[in-house]
């Protein structure tokens, strides 16, 4: 499975993207899709997680109530809407999946990884 990304880009503090990573195969009912981010000089960091199947949510606490990850099973794409976008949010966005039915925030837990979009939030 390769995961591309895309929607990365500039934008204002309070403004708004849509992150998309399309999987290139039908995905399986067993699998979690995620997003993480990596701030210049850190490491790669946690954000949101989807189950595939059931459509369970989780969000890291810095983002919790600002960013929504969705799926479209049709399109094979998942979604990242980050809304209230704060300076601290710029960081390259990365995409992933797992080949398991829960979530995690490890990044050695993800099987497959997208490239990453870049977001910058400043003024």
């Known amino acids: 499975v390769q995961l591309q990304a895309s929607g990365g880009g500039l934008v204002q503090p309070g403004g708004s993207l849509r992150l998309s990573c399309q999987a290139s195969a039908p995905t399986a009912s067993q699998f979690a899709a995620g997003w993480f981010r990596q701030a210049a000089g850190q490491e790669r960091k946690f954000v949101a997680a989807?189950?595939?199947?059931?459509?369970?949510?989780y969000y890291a606490g810095a983002v919790e109530g600002r960013f929504t990850i969705s799926r479209d099973n049709a399109k094979n794409t998942t979604y990242l809407q980050m809304n209230s976008l704060r300076p601290e949010d710029t960081a390259l966005y990365f995409c992933?999946?797992?080949?398991?039915?829960?979530?995690?925030?490890?990044?050695?837990?993800?099987?497959?990884w997208g490239q990453g979009t870049l977001v910058t939030v400043s003024s």
């Open positions: 989807i189950l595939w199947s059931a459509g369970y949510t």
């Open positions: 992933a999946a797992r080949n398991n039915r829960w979530y995690s925030v490890k990044t050695n837990d993800y099987d497959y």
